[in-house]
T-cell receptor, first 118, second 117 residues
């Protein structure tokens, strides 16, 4: 059980280049999401998915595309990288439910990708 | 939209002492979840503690406890007997209970905690 994996760990791009950040989870979670972390701003939601074939925008979606063809994978695409996209990117997966009257919830984060756009 | 505010960008404490990190949030919902995450230099996000808003009892996990004041929309984290390994960035986060799109977290700006030996 590897949890949430992300590749690559580090990446340097030139302005205008495209790339895909990979994310995979082996816990059969329906819900997956992408966040970016910038200094002084915490983590902000980029896109999320509630299941295979279903995606939606988060707080800061501009410049990013996602797709969810399988439960396991949720790649994040940068079509034309800009210096403003220099950040640390986290993928996460989660599940929630009820046990009696108590709700439970677990969210797992990947190790992050540090992206620099020059 | 919900917002989370951490007003202390940096905090420091002597080893073995107690420190409290502050968090306030804004929401119109009555039922929700609150979390504290720890991010050490390795970048890994680690769940420290969670609180369900419908529970009046404050959550505790070993040396970590929260002071949840629902009416004041305040959710502070107390770390007792601070250890060098507690040094990290700490994030407060909010989650709505609604199922559709509910599992997204709203994070505060973070507080960097330094432990002085």
């Amino acid at each position: 059980n590897a949890g949430v994996t992300q590749t690559p760990k580090f990446q340097v791009l030139k302005t205008g280049q495209s790339m895909t950040l990979q994310c995979a989870q082996d816990m059969n979670h329906e819900y997956m999401s992408w966040y970016r972390q910038d200094p002084g701003m915490g983590l902000r939601l980029i896109h999320y998915s509630v299941g295979a074939g279903i995606t939606d925008q988060g707080e800061v979606p501009n410049g990013y595309n996602v797709s969810r063809s399988t439960t396991e994978d949720f790649p994040l695409r940068l079509l034309s990288a800009a210096p403003s996209q220099t950040s640390v990117y986290f993928c996460a997966s989660s599940y929630s439910g009820w046990q009696g009257e108590s709700g439970y919830y677990e969210q797992y984060f990947g190790p992050g990708t540090r992206l620099t756009v020059t | 939209a919900q917002t989370v505010t951490q007003s202390q960008p940096e905090m420091s404490v002597q080893e073995a002492e107690t420190v409290t990190l502050s968090c306030t949030y804004d929401t119109s919902e009555s039922d929700y979840y609150l979390f504290w995450y720890k991010q050490p230099p390795s970048r890994q996000m680690i769940l420290v503690i969670r609180q369900e808003a419908y529970k009046q009892q404050n959550a505790t996990e070993n040396r970590f406890s929260v002071n949840f004041q629902k009416a004041a929309k305040s959710f502070s984290l107390k770390i007792s007997d601070s250890q060098l390994g507690d040094a990290a960035m700490y994030f407060c986060a909010y989650r709505s209970p609604r199922r559709q799109g509910a599992q997204k977290l709203v994070f505060g700006q973070g507080t960097r905690l330094t432990i002085n030996p």
